[in-house]
């Protein structure tokens, strides 16, 4: 018998005892190979939490802002929140040019309290915030911060030729700082005069805006100021309007000129030359439905004689003023005729409180003289040729003529006796006074002025006296 047939043998022989008496071990054969995977089985019970990781980092960054628009030319307060950030007492905060930050408070970490002013000429529009804490890098939030002006025009910007005026109405949009009629607004055009407030109501003023003679050109800022508690608010609106060009027409004292003003209610500007030493006198005849005005040699309308039918001023050194013709009609387009003198300059010399006193001066003339107190009266004595005599009161460069002013005066002309031969109390829609002869005879006559004996017995003030005779 073979070995491989013995072996057969004797393993089928041991195996049932294998099995009984559980030899496996010794009876075991060499190992199969592996057999297919059974199932997977049921998942097992979750095991205890492990401990916590390390903290999350957030990027610090400017979150919010409030309020998101403010006017210029205000004391604001802004809110301003961060993410991830660690404000301290080293935080400052750049709102960029021309806004002022007054203090800053840390109310936490994340939130800042901002107390801002912002000046009027800061340029309109969004802004860039900064912040920044210690040696930390600065937070920027782009263009989250806008100013915006207080104020507009009703209407789209104007455009005003030098030496002349427009009407404009202007609209507050800040509802903490309206309007007042108690207190109205003091307006300006440019680096120009001061504009005449004409009307007023919490939202809105209608407002005169004069364009100097010599103005600059091009667009310019509209600025307001008012009053406000213990201060003033200041609103200012950029390139409100366009001044345009114009060159006065040349003119000399004692040549007249004549003209037609402009239908659409604009105005004729001339330089007018006169001897330095003397003064400029300025005439249009009654009807004329036009106005005359003077101005001193910077083209200023603050420095302008009130508008009337005539108007006078002391020739300044440049030997020229300005002469500005308007229509008083509403209607456009009234003719006229600018009758213009070089006038003596000539100032008071007391005393002469009556007649036998009288200061003798020779027309034409400009006096400047004074009612001093109660009582106080001027006399003058004047040697007429013959023909036309106009003498009238006027304002002087520091003091108006009533209502705008304290000047009220009362003025006669008397014969060489002291017999009055004419009398005026207000003239010229004021009160100044005139009396006015196409055509006198040829002799000595006396003007004597005072303090309205009516309405003003007791004031004092400083006045000019033109004596213009043809």
């Given at each position: ?5 013995y ?11 294998c ?6 071990p010794a009876?075991?054969?060499?190992e ?5 995977e059974?199932?997977r089985g049921a ?8 401990p916590?990781?390390?903290?999350g ?5 400017i979150s919010a802002?409030?309020p998101?628009?403010?006017f210029a030319?205000r004391?604001?307060?802004?809110l301003?929140?961060?993410t991830?950030?660690q ?7 750049d709102?960029?040019?021309?806004i002022?930050v007054?203090s800053?408070?840390v109310a ?12 009027p ?6 802004r ?18 806008t100013l915006a002006?207080?104020v507009?025009?009703l ?7 030098q ?9 507050m949009h ?6 007042s009629?108690?207190?109205?607004p003091?307006v300006g055009?440019g680096?120009?005069?001061?504009g005449?407030v004409l ?7 209608d407002?005169?805006l004069y364009?100097?003679?010599?103005a600059?050109?091009?667009?310019v800022a509209l600025s307001l100021s008012?009053?406000?508690?213990d201060?003033t608010?200041?609103?200012l609106l950029?390139?409100?309007v366009?001044?345009?060009p114009r ?22 500007v001339?330089?007018l ?5 003397t ?5 249009l005849?009654a009807?004329t439905?036009?106005s005359v005005?003077?101005?001193?040699d910077?083209?200023r ?6 508008a009337?039918?005539t ?5 300044p ?5 300005y002469?500005?013709?308007e229509d008083?009609t ?13 006038l003596?300059?000539?100032?008071e ?11 003798v001066i ?5 006096l400047?003289?004074a ?5 106080d009266?001027d ?7 013959g ?7 006027l304002?002087t460069?520091?003091?108006?003529c ?6 009220d005066t009362?003025?006669?002309l ?12 207000d003239a ?5 006074s005139s ?5 006198l005879?040829?002799g000595?006559?006396?003007v004597?002025?005072v ?16 004596v213009?005779?043809e």
């Amino acid at each position: 018998m073979s070995a491989e047939a013995y072996d057969r043998v004797v393993r089928a022989w041991l195996f049932p005892l294998c099995v009984i008496a559980m030899w496996g071990p010794a009876c075991a054969g060499p190992e199969g190979p592996p057999g297919e995977e059974g199932q997977r089985g049921a998942q097992g019970l979750q095991g205890i939490p492990g401990p916590a990781g390390p903290a999350g980092q957030v990027p610090a960054a400017i979150s919010a802002v409030q309020p998101l628009s403010v006017f210029a030319g205000r004391v604001v307060s802004v809110l301003i929140s961060g993410t991830g950030t660690q404000f301290d007492q080293t935080t400052v905060v750049d709102f960029g040019a021309d806004i002022d930050v007054d203090s800053v408070v840390v109310a936490s970490p994340a939130a800042l309290s901002v107390s801002l002013f912002v000046r009027p000429t800061a340029a309109l529009g969004p802004r860039d915030i900064l912040v920044q804490t210690g040696e930390d890098d600065p937070l920027t939030f782009a263009g989250a911060f806008t100013l915006a002006a207080p104020v507009s025009l009703l209407a789209d910007p104007p455009e005003v030729p030098q030496g002349s005026h427009v009407d404009v109405t202007v609209v507050m949009h800040d509802p903490d700082t309206p309007f007042s009629a108690l207190s109205p607004p003091t307006v300006g055009l440019g680096a120009g005069s001061l504009g005449e407030v004409l009307a007023v109501s919490a939202q809105t003023v209608d407002v005169r805006l004069y364009a100097d003679v010599l103005a600059a050109t091009g667009p310019v800022a509209l600025s307001l100021s008012a009053p406000l508690g213990d201060g003033t608010s200041e609103s200012l609106l950029p390139e409100a309007v366009t001044i345009a060009p114009r060159v006065p027409t040349e003119l000399t004292a004692g040549v007249p000129v004549s003209a037609t003003l402009p239908a659409d209610g604009g105005n004729h500007v001339y330089a007018l030359s006169a001897p330095v030493g003397t003064a400029v006198h300025a005439a249009l005849p009654a009807g004329t439905g036009a106005s005359v005005r003077l101005l001193d040699d910077s083209g200023r309308f603050d420095t302008a004689t009130p508008a009337g039918l005539t108007a006078s001023r002391p020739t300044p050194d440049t030997g020229t003023v300005y002469a500005v013709v308007e229509d008083t009609t509403g209607l456009g387009g009234p003719a006229y005729t600018l009758n213009t003198a070089a006038l003596n300059l000539v100032a008071e010399q007391e005393p002469n409180n009556d007649l036998g006193s009288a200061q003798v001066i020779t027309g034409p003339a400009l006096l400047t003289g004074a009612i001093d107190a109660a009582g106080d009266g001027d006399f003058f004595s004047l040697n007429h040729a013959g023909g036309a005599l106009t003498v009238s009161t006027l304002a002087t460069d520091d003091e108006a003529c009533g209502p705008d002013g304290p000047i009220d005066t009362y003025i006669e002309l008397l014969d060489e006796q002291g017999t009055p031969i004419a009398t005026n109390e207000d003239a010229g829609g004021n009160w100044c006074s005139s009396v006015m002869f196409p055509s006198l005879e040829a002799g000595t006559y006396v003007v004597w002025v005072v303090a309205s004996p009516t309405y003003c017995p007791a004031c004092a003030f400083g006045y000019r006296l033109s004596v213009i005779s043809e």
